[in-house]
């Protein structure tokens, strides 16, 4: 039994399925296949932080004033390739960024599940669910996997990195191994996007009875 699960308590709550992994695992796979096969609202928290930092906000500006004006582009958003040279080198700085970061995201989770019916199963696509320690948010935590290798070259070719660049990034997470052995639900992503989309369809298969039994809490 993972960690989401022993965390629910006694009262029901409306079933909310917590996504993550490791970067470049494939979560936007299999957000996409939930959202697109079963129609379910997907609530991505990469979208939400990127919404903290936009031009203009107290997050973006604490940002600048900690690291200097390096930190924005010419319009004056946020230089990510730059913050990012930062704080996948330093777990230090890393954690007072996420501190800001992380409090806006959460409220924003609170916020747009509350425009949804009680009954309305949810996904939380967040990548640091762990790290964060957002397991209660969640009441079951789904895992995407793929083989080590596989994730470096990966994460390589969609972020054109340096492979130096990529394991800082993949060594800056939880390592994935824990993350699967604390998940409900562990989704292979080493071979083919069928076999993955069916052992989603064996996961929603297993848990369709359970969507009338969950009602709101955020």
Not at 132 to 146: G, I
Request: aromatic share 8%.
């Amino acid at each position: 039994m993972g960690e989401a699960t022993k965390a629910i308590n006694n009262r029901v709550k409306r079933r909310i399925i917590g996504l993550t992994g490791g970067i470049a695992t494939g979560k936007s796979t299999v957000s996409s296949y939930l959202s697109s096969q079963y129609g379910l609202p997907v609530l991505d928290a990469d979208i939400y932080a990127r919404k903290a930092v936009e031009k203009g906000g107290r997050i973006l500006d604490a940002i600048a004033h900690r690291y200097g004006q390096k930190m924005l582009l010419p319009d004056g958003s946020l230089d990510r390739k730059q913050l990012g040279s930062i704080i996948f080198q330093n777990a230090a700085e890393k954690q007072w960024v996420e501190a800001q970061i992380h409090p806006f995201v959460r409220a924003q989770f609170a916020k747009v599940a509350k425009t949804y019916s009680p009954d309305q199963v949810l996904v939380y696509s967040i990548p640091l669910l762990f790290e964060a320690n957002l397991t209660h948010l969640v009441t079951e935590v789904w895992v995407v996997y793929c083989q080590p290798a596989q994730q470096k070259q990966r994460l390589t070719q969609r972020n054109q990195l340096l492979e130096t660049e990529a394991v800082a990034r993949i060594n800056s997470q939880m390592d994935l191994r824990q993350k699967c052995e604390r998940a409900d639900y562990v989704l292979d992503n080493s071979t083919t996007k069928e076999s993955l989309f069916a052992r989603i369809d064996r996961i929603m298969g297993d848990n369709t009875h359970q969507n009338e039994t969950y009602q709101n809490e955020v």
